[in-house]
């Protein structure tokens, strides 16, 4: 393998574990079961308004909706996020990770997904089935490192993103490869915009890509997601 060659593989796999990490701080995992689920009905446009949102898709970008999908037992069982092969430090972070996006059973999810520039831009919906308060668990966890099989890193809280008043909490992960040679950066942010309805926004980079965006563009995501915050309302 050429050093170039060796280069990019070492970025890969920097990119693959920044979104297996982002995974389990942001409940991206159920959006992802959801996404792989059949849709209660695809061909039909949410009452939320979200799926026009793909007619907005900036430019390189190409966009597909999920429709609305309900959140089983089943899918949570395959989703449920899981730190057993992460050390994450402060301790208490784990756990706060794990509730950092409370799915509920018998609730719908939407997304609407946008690929293009190395990158994967996700906005997803949970329209909840019982009120849930908003976790404030993650104020903890302002800053943190892990250790994950494949690379380390260490995460942060960026700057909350304003939807129409209602502030976005975000967490960014930087993983290094186990040399130090490469980083990838993701983010993810979720807004509870009401009592019942939660707004999610993840980037990462697209692994499907030859040339996937190791340290994300996160400008054109949080666009689209001030956008959907506009339409949902």
Known sequence: MSAKDE???????????????????????????????SADDPSESSATGLSTLQD??????????????TVTAEILA???PATADMEIWPAQCAQSFQSSAAYQEGSTVETVT?????QVIVIGLQSQKEPHAADDADSVCD????RAPGGEGFFRVPDPVDLNGVPAKGKQIITLTPDGSQ??????????????????????????SDAPRLVVDSDPGIDLYKRAAELVH
């Open 56 to 69: 907005q898709a900036p430019e390189g970008y190409t966009a597909k909706t999920s429709g609305v999908t």
């Open 143 to 146: 800053t943190g490192s892990f």
């Open 183 to 208: 980083q990838s950066v993701t983010v993810s942010y979720t807004a509870n915009l009401s009592d019942r309805e939660v707004l999610t926004l993840s980037v990462i980079p697209d692994l499907s």
């Open 114 to 118: 946008f690929t293009g520039q190395g």
């Open 7 to 37: 280069h990019a593989s070492k970025g890969h796999r920097a990119a693959s574990v920044a979104v297996t990490v982002l995974m389990v701080v942001s409940g991206g995992s159920v959006l992802a079961a959801c996404g792989s689920a």
């Open 78 to 80: 395959k989703a449920t």
